[in-house]
């Protein structure tokens, strides 16, 4: 038996922490790696089922499926968009100017009356007896200076053949002047009484719809009364307040000195239902600045009454139209590093970004001032899956998404200052 000590073979050794923590990552890498083999298989496998999918990324060669519109020439109009309120040119409080019972209202609710209708009447019974009292003692002192007048001129007589002092004569004539200023005193207390008297029939002021009563019949009213009886409002012809940036101050001036009458639209809160057409009428004096605006009031004939105190509605301000222009639609419309621009569809069906610079824009179409021509073809959906150069399969174009969103849930445009910096914004590009 050989006692000689075993030489140990690198199978036979004992493996060490460090053996057993290679072998371990070894085994993890050739698990990924399957793993991976596997994924790149099946991606394979299942990528051909999506080429073929209908509509997809690239069929048809590769060629991307877009809609496009033809420029058109045609007219647009520059407007100025703002968010006005109707405001009647005329709100009367009625009150009584004297106090007393309110024996009937000759009014209905919400009747529209006519400058110098009858409303309401005071009881008149204490001012009948004032104005009879003031009239009775007119009367008295009227005679008693007819008779200082008589005594007067034949003091006078007198005088002249010096039968009497010229004294008595003075302190006739001063008797006579004295009951002349009471007379005087008397006649105005006569038509103080009569005024009263016609206060006690109130009649309206001005021509308009009345609102609800404020009194009761039967309740005493007073001057000092702070909601009077009723609250006239006139509503044809009515006006709306609108506010406009500052900066377009110079154009609506320019257009106004001509003597061009400017076309003011209004239209709900919505933006889509049109309510009446006026004109602009005047515009303030100065400019708020804490906003930079300016206040304009327009005029509006509201024969149908559709405007209404106090109701707050879209304003369009026809400044000018553009005739002769290149109109897009506003979906063409695409903004990026090289500024604003278009895909403009060539005859290969190949697209290229056109630059262009934008106009005024009405509604979901835009002007083109330069760019392009009447006939070119732009993208106007699927334009964020192009690139310069792409090539492209014209269909049909997919109703807007405003327009089928407007039946179920209506959204505001922009308005006001926002509607018009935006306006700016694209002027200036």
Not at 52 to 57: C, E, K, L, W
């Amino acid at each position: 038996m050989d006692d000689r000590p075993r030489e140990l073979t690198p199978a036979s050794r004992p493996a060490t922490p460090q053996t057993r923590m290679r072998r371990g990552w070894g085994r993890i890498i050739w698990i990924a790696v399957g793993l991976l083999a596997i994924a790149i298989i099946a991606w394979i496998v299942l990528r051909p089922h999506h080429q073929a999918s209908p509509g997809g990324r690239f069929a048809m060669n590769g060629a991307m499926p877009v809609a496009a519109a033809t420029a058109v020439k045609g007219d647009m109009p520059v407007q100025l968009n703002a968010l006005g309120t109707v405001t009647p040119l005329a709100t009367v409080t009625v009150r009584t100017q004297i106090s007393g019972q309110l024996m009937r209202l000759g009014f209905t609710e919400g009747q529209e009356v006519a400058k110098g209708d009858f409303l309401a009447e005071i009881d008149p019974r204490p001012y009948q007896a004032a104005l009879d009292s003031a009239q009775g003692q007119l009367v008295r002192d009227q005679a008693q200076l007819e008779n200082a007048k008589r005594d007067l001129a034949r003091y006078t007589r007198l005088v002249a053949e010096r039968s009497i002092a010229e004294q008595q004569r003075d302190t006739q004539e001063a008797l006579v002047k004295q009951l002349t200023g009471t007379v005087g005193i008397d006649q105005a207390q006569v038509e103080t009484a009569k005024l009263n008297l016609a206060y006690c029939h109130i009649v309206a002021p001005v021509a308009g719809r009345v609102g609800l009563r404020q009194v009761d019949p039967g309740n005493y009213v007073q001057v000092s009364d702070p909601n009077g009886i009723v609250v006239i409002t006139e509503l044809k012809p009515i006006s709306v307040i609108f506010t406009l940036p500052e900066d377009d101050l110079p154009s609506v001036l320019k257009r106004t000195a001509a003597g061009a009458k400017l076309q003011v639209t209004a239209f709900d809160r919505s933006g889509r239902t049109k309510l009446a057409t006026g004109a602009l009428e005047t515009l303030d004096n100065q400019i708020d600045p804490t906003t930079g605006s300016l206040k304009y009031r327009a005029i509006f004939a509201n024969a149908d009454e559709i405007l209404f105190p106090n109701q707050f509605v879209n304003v369009q301000l026809l400044l000018d139209t553009m005739t002769g222009a290149t109109v897009i639609p506003s979906a063409a419309v695409e903004r990026g590093s090289p500024g604003t621009f278009v895909y403009l569809v060539k005859p290969d069906n190949t697209v290229s970004a056109q630059k262009v610079t934008l106009g005024p824009s009405s509604g979901e179409k835009v002007a083109v001032t330069a760019g392009l021509q009447p006939g070119d073809k732009v993208v106007v959906d699927g334009a964020d899956k192009l690139s310069d150069g792409a090539k492209v399969r014209l269909v049909a174009a997919k109703p807007p998404a405003k327009a089928a969103a407007a039946a179920s849930t209506p959204t505001d445009p922009p308005q006001g200052a926002a509607a018009n910096e935006q306006r700016h914004q694209q002027s200036s590009q």
